[in-house]
């Protein structure tokens, strides 16, 4: 115990920083994610195409190959993130996005067609019957699998500490390697970090899941 309180500023530093990274993450996620589903449900034949292109592109690319390419790769190209926690937070919401976006079209997908069919001879265009009709009930169908998506990008962020960003698998780096007796008192510390951040996800999604769920 005297260790961890002994550097209990680092590993409350890197808990902020995983926790940031998850947040700010997810919501650029589903603003992107929403987008993408939307464009791949339009009437637009080359919004379909260049939305499943991307969709394709990032769920089957590994996570580890997107935080590369944005930390190195597009240097060459005379681009570059401000920092390596923007870095960081680019690579898990492009990423990310392509998972929500698919998540978000089976809700739309669920939906039932009369719904859509009421709003175009209400005179709505298909955009306003996205927007104000179909998406609406299609979060509430899919809270469940938007709830993995998140978790999963919490865990995802642990990624980041290879490339320069402090967060709690960083820290679990530094402190092993500078205190390898203390290893399993840094590992506990490091998952509980975690846990906090997973557990109540869950539970809330629950909860959310719960409150909102459409009764069929």
């Not at 700010?24 to 499943?52: D, E, H």
């Not at 998952?191 to 409150?211: C, D, M, Q």
């Amino acid at each position: 115990m005297q260790f961890l309180s002994d550097n209990s500023d680092l590993l409350w530093s890197a808990f902020l920083t995983t926790l940031s990274l998850a947040v700010v993450s997810g919501v650029c996620a589903l603003v992107l994610g929403t987008v993408l589903a939307g464009m791949r449900v339009s009437p637009v034949p080359p919004l379909r195409g260049l939305a499943t292109f991307y969709v394709e592109v990032f769920r089957n690319t590994p996570l580890t190959v997107v935080f590369f390419f944005l930390a190195f790769g597009i240097v060459q190209i005379d681009l570059q993130f401000p920092s390596r926690f923007v870095t960081a937070v680019a690579a898990l919401s492009l990423y990310t996005a392509a998972f929500v976006c698919e998540a978000l079209r089976s809700g739309i997908n669920a939906v039932p067609p009369g719904q859509a069919e009421a709003a175009r001879a209400l005179g709505l265009t298909f955009g306003q019957s996205l927007r104000q009709v179909v998406l609406p009930q299609a979060f509430r169908t899919v809270v469940p699998p938007l709830g993995n998506v998140w978790i999963a990008l919490a865990k995802n962020t642990s990624i980041a500490a290879g490339f320069a960003v402090t967060d709690l698998t960083a820290a679990l780096q530094r402190l092993a390697n500078t205190n390898a007796d203390q290893l399993l008192a840094v590992f506990a510390a490091v998952v509980a970090g975690y846990l906090v951040i997973t557990l109540p996800s869950a539970w809330l999604i629950r909860v959310v899941e719960n409150r909102v769920a459409i009764v069929r």
